[in-house]
């Protein structure tokens, strides 16, 4: 208590901080060590020993969450110090507890902003971490740390995009809006998640991260996107999609609004619900997992990695890479280390680099065109200079790839004895 009192008094007391400074001394017990050391931080937050006596606690203790609290505090204290991040550097390289190593990186990562290796540490937790708490801390710690690095966005988005952990969700959700203004990708994925989103809280996450991170040369794009789920769904007042509307509303022209609402043309029969369209949709999406199912079922592809791509999950069919980006990842192909891919050129950069052929003797880019939507020229066109294996179903026509029909009632043994000839050559 008396301890605490000290840290109490005003900053600056010399009285106080040469008590506290005898109390950080090595005889001293360990506990009373570290209180005396939080109460120094509060009268004299510079004071050269306290890096000093904080990098000796943390050697010296045993206690994993003295040892975080210890490594949380070290990250406020002189940012920059050239022998606080060394400690911390060094901490990183030989902790194994997930929690600590969260911690040591977060305080490193205050201390030497744009540190790779913090980034790295995050990345990876929660890459593969089994612990959904832990997941969840990282992800909220790479939006205090991981401003504009690629690496982090993709690995958020990722996240963001597979977990069923509502907080882990939350927390991917928060950071992108804090780390990723103006990113393609995530606003790519924030448009295509809001109208999904049944968890209220995070529906009301997504849409305020999207108006965070929206620049308004965008907004035309997002009200063109997010129309049909206005007109088709009952949607209250207060929903997510509304509330980016009305965001874009505001910030947008009359004229300009009014343009993007009318890009695609109105639907004929506005009467028509969501639930009228879902057969049609579900159709689709079981005749493309049947198709997925029975390829990776045959044994004659066994020794090959087939990399699924549906082109309705586009949501900029005029420059789908990103979109496709996205589905890659899904399927466990590398994340790109030159940034996000965001045009179809950066994409075949990507798909062209020696880590894609990881330890598959060859790796198959199959487009599945679903519903009437058709692929635009610049896709198909753009493809056509992408080396290696590639097909598209589709019912649209290609002199320079390899096109299959959807209504091929033999689809599946159609690829599969393609495949073993393109593999065979």
């Known amino acids: 208590m008396a301890i605490s009192s000290l840290g109490k008094i005003g900053t600056g007391n010399e009285q106080a901080i040469a008590i506290l400074e005898k109390l950080i001394e090595p005889e001293e017990p360990l506990l009373i060590r570290k209180e005396a050391l939080d109460s120094l931080g509060k009268v004299d937050p510079s004071n050269p020993r306290s890096v000093k006596v904080s990098i000796q606690l943390m050697e010296e203790t045993e206690d994993e969450e003295v040892y975080r609290e210890i490594a949380e505090k070290l990250g406020k204290i002189d940012p920059g110090n050239p022998t606080s991040i060394k400690a911390l550097s060094k901490n990183l390289q030989i902790s194994r507890d997930e929690f600590v190593l969260r911690q040591v990186a977060v305080s490193l990562g205050k201390l030497d902003p744009g540190n790779l290796e913090v980034l790295m540490v995050l990345v990876n937790l929660i890459q593969s971490t089994n612990d959904p708490d832990i997941r969840s801390l990282a992800a909220e710690s790479l939006g205090e740390v991981g401003q504009g690095n690629p690496a982090a966005i993709a690995t958020l988005i990722r996240l963001l995009e597979t977990s069923s952990h509502p907080e882990s969700l939350r927390c991917a959700a928060k950071s992108l809006s804090k780390i990723a203004v103006g990113n393609k990708g ?240």
Not at 192 to 217: N, S
């Open 186 to 425: 995530t606003i790519t994925t924030f448009i295509r998640l809001l109208p999904t989103i049944k968890d209220k809280d995070l529906g009301k996450q997504i849409a305020e991260g999207l108006i965070t991170i929206l620049p308004e040369k965008k907004m035309s794009q997002v009200v063109s996107q997010l129309r049909d789920h206005l007109l088709y769904r009952s949607l209250p007042d207060h929903s997510p999609c509304y509330q980016v509307m009305w965001h874009c509303a505001q910030h947008l022209s009359y004229q300009t609004f009014k343009e993007a609402w009318q890009q695609r043309g109105l639907p004929q029969k506005l009467s028509l619900t969501l639930q009228n369209t879902e057969p049609e949709t579900k159709e689709n999406n079981s005749s493309f997992e049947r198709l997925q199912q029975q390829l990776k079922n045959a044994p004659e592809l066994t020794s090959d990695q087939i990399i699924f791509i549906a082109t309705r999950r586009f949501i900029d069919a005029e420059n789908p890479a990103i979109d496709i980006y996205d589905q890659m990842l899904e399927q466990n192909c590398p994340v790109f280390e030159y940034g996000l891919p965001e045009t179809l050129s950066k994409l075949r950069l990507y798909w062209h680099l020696p880590p894609q052929k990881s330890n598959k003797s060859k790796l198959i880019l199959l487009f599945y065109d679903q519903g009437n939507s058709s692929l635009s020229a610049h896709l198909l066109n753009s493809l056509v200079k992408f080396k290696g294996i590639i097909a598209v179903i589709t019912q649209q026509e290609s002199s320079e790839l390899s096109v299959f029909s959807p209504d091929d009632p033999q689809l599946g043994q159609t690829l599969i004895d393609w495949l073993q000839q393109k593999l065979n050559n």
